[in-house]
């Protein structure tokens, strides 16, 4: 199965409200990076952690290692926050390989 | 600040041509150097890393092959494409903690 589940695949949110995303790691993961993929393809770094939390701006996220799970919460949701959301983690064994989850596609709309 | 440029951003190749995709990363010594590819609408999977010039490591098999020819380059290729290559190759970097990416090449093999 995925060793990295995101939930959920697809989300389209009004323009000013708030959401969570969320990912299950069976793997074990050591620390995780959330990203945003632009409509052109480019991934935009949000969050790098190890376990715990943090924020920046309307953004917020944490990693819970041990119930092996990461959130990102987005709050007053803007129309630029549209993309495809991926999170990926990182297991001991180095090289820094990231295993990806199958993303979300948020749609913010007016 | 660290910069990397990939290239070409876009190629139309037909099936049996070869194929050379290039990535540079500028103001970062000695990064540890990665190739994902990843599917329309699909995931991300890393392919290659590289940890120092000359030394490569194939993380997934797909008929490709990549090169560390210099500290600051990367080389992604194959002597006969097949229609599976489609896709978007990006290049990434990291300096073993965060990883980052490159604006990927877009590659239609017809």
């Known amino acids: 199965g995925d060793k990295v589940k995101q939930s959920p695949s697809a989300l389209s949110l009004q323009e000013g409200t708030n959401s969570a995303l969320r990912c299950n790691f069976s793997?074990?993961?050591?620390?995780v990076q959330w990203f945003l993929q632009n409509p052109r393809g480019s991934l935009i770094n949000l969050f790098y952690?190890?376990?715990g939390t943090k924020e920046n701006g309307r953004l917020k996220s944490a990693f819970d290692s041990k119930e092996s799970y990461s959130t990102l919460h987005i709050r007053d949701a803007q129309l630029e926050d549209s993309g495809t959301y991926f999170c990926?983690?990182?297991?001991?064994?180095?090289?820094?390989?990231?295993?990806f989850g199958q993303g979300t596609v948020l749609s913010v709309i007016p | 600040a660290q910069t990397i440029h990939q290239w070409p951003v876009a190629e139309i190749k037909a099936v049996g041509s070869p194929l050379s995709l290039g990535c540079t990363i500028k103001?970062?010594?000695?990064?540890?150097l990665y190739w994902y590819w990843q599917a329309t609408g699909g995931t991300l999977q890393q392919l290659f890393y590289?940890?120092?010039?000359?030394?490569v490591e194939s993380v997934v098999q797909l008929n490709l092959s990549a090169s560390r020819p210099k500290d600051d380059q990367f080389i992604l290729s194959t002597e006969k494409l097949l229609l599976s290559h489609s896709g978007f190759y990006l290049c990434?970097?990291?300096?073993?903690?965060?990883?980052?990416f490159g604006k990927g090449t877009r590659l239609t093999v017809v």
């Open positions: 990434a970097w990291s300096d073993i903690t965060e990883v980052f």
């Open positions: 793997i074990a993961a050591t620390t």
């Open positions: 952690l190890v376990p």
């Open positions: 990926a983690a990182e297991t001991t064994g180095g090289n820094n390989k990231l295993t």
């Open positions: 103001g970062k010594s000695s990064p540890n």
């Open positions: 590289s940890i120092t010039v000359g030394q």
